[in-house]
């Protein structure tokens, strides 16, 4: 049964990129085929998990990696990871975190909402520095000193915002902070590509490190990574897995979790609502595995070849200005509007049968940007009828 039969809804034109909100990447055929036989058959979801790990730990050079149900998950579970160690009856009391290291240290321009998924372990942010560069008032951002300023015998972790204009820079706070021995947690979602990112972060001396598994992965929307320490990754892993076991019983597997090490077995943890299933598991590995053994220049070639026919499909059409940007990680289109500004011009290609969605970024500056990633075949001729019709 198709999904318009079965939900009576139809897919959209995605010219925005690989967003949760639009629902992510497009999956490849051996993605699609690796999850559906994980559906058919049962396994013991924490020996996955170990598996999934050793695969992960490989492509990023940490010490251990686990599949999360996205890097949102992975910013829980790696705070939760810093705040309670090995202790189960830390893991058992989150979010309640009185007696325990219970603040995150992030600088003030590295702020967003993904830090809902902080907070929610019971954690208090502090925010350290001012942007004067954000606000045009000057050129300083937070600086390393200060977050090194700001550490206590409270701190349990400093959280950083990977992006390519963000300061200070990574190996500048993890060197503070771990000359005080502080976890330091990157929040690396959408950093990818370029692949050698994978590693990038772990080797500029991150403790823990998340990725999205549903943007340029290409793996499930609903799928994530952390990876780095393998005590931080066994602690998120004891908060996430299911613990309804009898601890007599329980054999957790080795590389994951030291049984012998542990008091006894948590229970649930705070992790818990971000269930990972087998699907994603084997979802996740396979898109990882394609996504590194794709090289760059080809995957950038494949990109640009979608960008190349957009601009073919629009540059002859009246009434719009239509520039390749190729300096970004990822090639896009950029186009201006001779007759309508940005904003009724998104809402006007959303409402298009079908729906045409683009990245709103630049909407204020009446600049539609086109990212290629999630199109499909056939769909840059959609857009281009899209396009014609705003103009008429
Ligand atoms: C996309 C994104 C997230 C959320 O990632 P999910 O995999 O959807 O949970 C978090 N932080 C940043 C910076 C992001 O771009």
């Known amino acids: 049964m198709s999904i318009q039969d079965l939900l009576g809804i139809s897919p959209i034109v995605n010219a925005a990129g690989p967003v949760t909100r639009l629902s992510g990447a497009l999956m490849a055929d051996e993605v699609i085929e690796a999850m559906a036989e994980a559906g058919k058959a049962c396994y013991d979801i924490a020996s996955m998990q170990a598996a999934a790990g050793r695969v992960i730990a490989e492509v990023t050079g940490a010490e251990g990696g686990y599949v999360t149900s ?30 325990m290291k219970n603040q995150v240290i992030i600088a003030r321009s590295h702020r967003n909402f ?6 929610s372990v019971g954690i208090r942010l ?16 937070t600086e390393a000193w200060e977050i090194a300023d700001a550490i206590s015998e409270r701190t349990a972790a400093i959280a950083y915002v990977a992006n390519s204009n963000a300061r200070p820079s990574l190996a500048e706070v993890t060197r503070v902070a771990h000359e005080r021995n502080i976890p330091v947690v990157v929040d690396a979602a959408g950093q990818l590509p370029p692949s050698s990112n994978l590693k990038r972060f772990i080797s500029e001396g991150a403790d823990l490190v998340c ?50 090490a542990l008091p006894g077995a948590p229970q649930h943890g705070i992790g818990r609502p971000c269930k ?11 898109a990882l595995r394609r996504f590194v053994d794709e090289d760059e220049d080809a995957r950038r070639k494949r990109w640009a070849d979608t960008v190349d026919a957009i601009v073919d499909s629009l540059r002859g059409l009246d009434g719009l200005e239509v520039s390749v940007s190729d300096g970004g990680a990822i090639p896009s289109v950029h186009v201006k509007m001779a007759t309508l500004d940005g904003l009724t011009a998104t809402r006007q290609l959303n409402a298009n049968d079908p729906s045409v969605h683009v990245n709103a970024s630049r ?29 008429s």
């Open 276 to 286: 990972v299933g087998k699907e994603q598991i084997a979802g996740l590995v396979m």
């Open 70 to 99: 996205g890097a949102s998950a992975g910013l829980l579970l790696g705070v939760a990871a810093c705040v309670t160690g090995l202790d189960p009856g830390k893991m058992n009391r989150l979010p309640d975190t009185r007696g």
């Open 126 to 141: 502090i925010e350290v520095g001012i942007s004067d560069r954000y606000s045009g008032a000057g050129v300083r951002d």
């Open 363 to 391: 909407v204020y500056e009446d600049i539609l940007v086109l990212n290629p990633v999630c199109l499909r075949d056939g769909d840059v001729s959609v857009l281009a009828d899209a396009f014609k019709a705003l103009l």
């Open 211 to 260: 990725f999205s598994g549903g943007k340029v992965i290409g793996g499930p929307q609903g799928a994530g990574i952390l990876c780095g320490r393998r005590d931080l990754i066994s602690s998120a892993a004891l908060q996430h897995l299911d613990q309804d076991v009898l601890f007599e019983l329980w054999s957790p597997p080795e590389g994951l979790i030291d049984k012998s």
């Open 114 to 119: 993904y830090d809902h998924a902080i907070r």
